[in-house]
């Protein structure tokens, strides 16, 4: 018996010893799965980071192992391993914490850019929905019709338009429109409260396996949040008659289990313009979350945006320099419009085995659109004027799918993508008529039905090899466009089919715990208009973009992070808006290249200072040395700021952005001019209620937020003038705000 008790007593002894591995999930206070939590034993020398779903496995692990989990934001945390911990998984749950750089350790960070990019939102939250795209580095926007119209968008040396070349999402429903009545890839945010976003996922050129369709200068990702912390409340009244409130609810007390909650945004405002815009805005939002068995979790949204307006459009310089009008004066003060969204969006996230989760949505979205512009005034009808009517109702039906899988081959670790998914688009109606004063229809130019089918696969490799890491990746996409002009004296569907496979290769190296490197290549794609494939033939339906970047992130102190890139971009087809038609066309190859410059430098525990630049260079390839000129493409645009936080009651930040001259045609005889524009709050914090004031345009710059170069005639003149045609950006404005948490 003594040698039996022994040999028990050495068995238990040796199956403490035995190193196994560890099973776990690591949640935030919402019991919200944490992704890309570092999860270290510094004993073995063993890491791992958490999947999607919060999960870990950590190799060579026994009972008594010390393990540290951390992750920016977050309170790091370390665990004594139990034998209890190897059967059943342990839950280790996080607090968060203020951003503090000196925490951020770059051998630990599968996306540096990414982190960087949630500390500027912690540390300059947002509350406007034109702000949310400038958290994205290097991105900048202008207004047509004072948060009327979707913005213009530029990123490196691209004018995006409305979306042309970017890839816009919300919780993996996509904002770009496709064949859009207004322009290829239109992409309008303000369907989201900003208030709601928890995150924000971008990336820089061609070179993801999962962004498809206008993904050539780059994507951005919102994610909303799956749960509140508090109720609130915020009133907010400013100059021009500026009026916004928004109230955020949950709907459930605290559980494990569900989450739910509601959000509503009313704006309005009469803008600084002569004629009232009488523009008004409601949102509504609703999400429920809930955990079924295990780590798989459920997901409904629910949310309805409809918005009015009235413009004073694009006015030509030379009715301002003349005196005529002032800057915001109008020629034809009928524009405007009325657009509406309502979507319903279905996640799920669900645990296949210990190595692998699959993630889908699926999704459907009600649009409708109806535009009032005048860009050329008397120049094509001289009696009547040149006022056009932009329209559509379009349903929207897809789902996005994928699966998520880790392996081990030897000390090689290996994560592969699989994915795929569908997007229709049922356009009714689509419109670019002739019209006066909004109300009598002159002749249409444009009338039809749009269908347009997208169906995708990819597969995303990542290899982790020491301080390397490779990803090579596959892209498939089959497009059908069909469409049916109402105007034709005979029923005809005009009909076409096409594919494209886009290979994306990138490398990324770190050197140490405060230097890393990358290189990337790949190719995407944006697709034409179906009016334009099916009516004109076009030869390039799905015009590829070839780009690749060589840069690094760095940390040559524990306050300061730099990042630089260096970049090229190659185009097949360049898309250029043409004002006087409201169109898209296209106008032959293009390149660009230039540097990305960042840096944010933590000044102290409560200061916080960050800038971007970007230097670009982008010219036609089919057009003559001097004439090669793309139009209103940025050369060099500087964003950033200083934030302060938890300064006694006291937080706020001071915020500028600048953009330089720039050609505003092929042979920039005419010039856009730059702009500095500079924006401040203060808030103050007393228990619950936070007392805030913002100012936009602080030093009360005169400038141009939009600019065209448009020839247009007046009613009393004689001939055309080609010149720049301008949107005037705010004047000095100022708004309080008071806002309640409980």
Partial sequence: MRHLALVIVVVAFSL?????????????????PLENVYVVNEAKNTHTHTSENGSFFIEKTRVNDIIQVSILGFEKKTIKVSKADFNNGILIKLETKIFQLEELVLRKEINALQTITKIDLQVNPVNNSQEILRKVPGLFIGQHAGGGKAEQIFLRGFDIDHGTDITLSVDGMPINMVSHAHGQGYSDLHFVIPETIKNIDFGKGPYYANQGDFNTAGYVNF???????????????????????????????????????????????DGPFESPQNFNRLN???????????????????????????????????EVA???????????????GYTSRSNVNVQLQKTIDN?????????????????????????DNPVDGDQIKQFEDRNIFGMNAKIITERKYGNVEAKFTKGGGLRFDNITDNELSSTKNRRELLNRIQFGDVQQTNAYAFL????????????????????KFLYNDNLSATYETLSKTKTIVNPKLNFLYTQN????????????????????????????????????????IWKPTKNIVLNTAVWYLFSEEEFVYVGDAGIVEASGKSERFGIDLGIRYQLSDNIYFDTDATITKARSLEANAGEDYIPLAPNFTLAGGLAFTNLGRFSGGLRYRYIADRAANEDNSIVAE??????????????????????????????????????????????????IHFTPGTPFFAKATITYQF
Avoid: C
């Avoid at 010893?17 to 949640?27: E, P, R, T």
């Avoid at 912390?229 to 008659?241: A, R, T």
């Fill in 16 to 32: 403490q010893s035995v190193a196994q591995s560890l099973k776990g999930k690591i949640v935030d206070q919402f019991n919200e």
């Fill in 223 to 269: 994610a909303t949040k799956t749960a509140l912390k508090d109720n609130m409340i915020s009133v907010g009244y400013g100059d021009f008659n500026s009026f916004r409130t928004v109230a955020m609810f949950n709907l459930l007390e605290s559980s494990k289990k569900d989450d739910a909650y509601v959000a509503i945004e009313y704006i309005e405002t």
């Fill in 284 to 318: 509504l939002f609703a999400k429920y979350n809930t955990f079924l068995k295990g780590n798989n979790r459920l997901t409904f949204t629910a949310s309805h945006f409809t918005s009015a307006w009235d413009a004073s459009g694009q006015i030509p310089e030379r």
């Fill in 322 to 336: 003349n005196g005529n009008i002032t800057r915001f004066g109008a020629i034809d003060d009928t524009e405007g």
């Fill in 355 to 379: 190595n692998s989760i699959f993630e889908a949505n699926a999704f459907y979205s009600n649009y409708n659109f109806e535009l009032y512009s005048n860009f050329t005034f008397f120049l």
């Fill in 460 to 479: 995303n490799s990542e290899f982790e090899i020491g301080k390397f890491k490779i990803s090579p990746a596959l892209r498939f996409d089959y497009f």
């Fill in 513 to 552: 715990d405060n230097l890393q490197w990358f290189l990337k290549s790949g190719i995407g794609f944006h697709s034409n208009d179906a009016r334009v494939v099916l009516q004109d033939n076009a030869d390039k339906v799905l015009p590829r973009a070839y780009g690749a970047d060589f840069g690094n």
């Fill in 674 to 723: 730059g702009y500095f524009v500079s924006d401040l709050n203060i808030n103050y914090k007393v228990k619950d209620i936070t007392f805030g004031v913002a100012i936009e345009n602080l030093f009360d710059v005169a400038w141009n937020e939009t600019q065209f170069a448009t020839e247009s005639r007046l009613q009393n003149e004689a001939n055309s003038v080609e010149e």
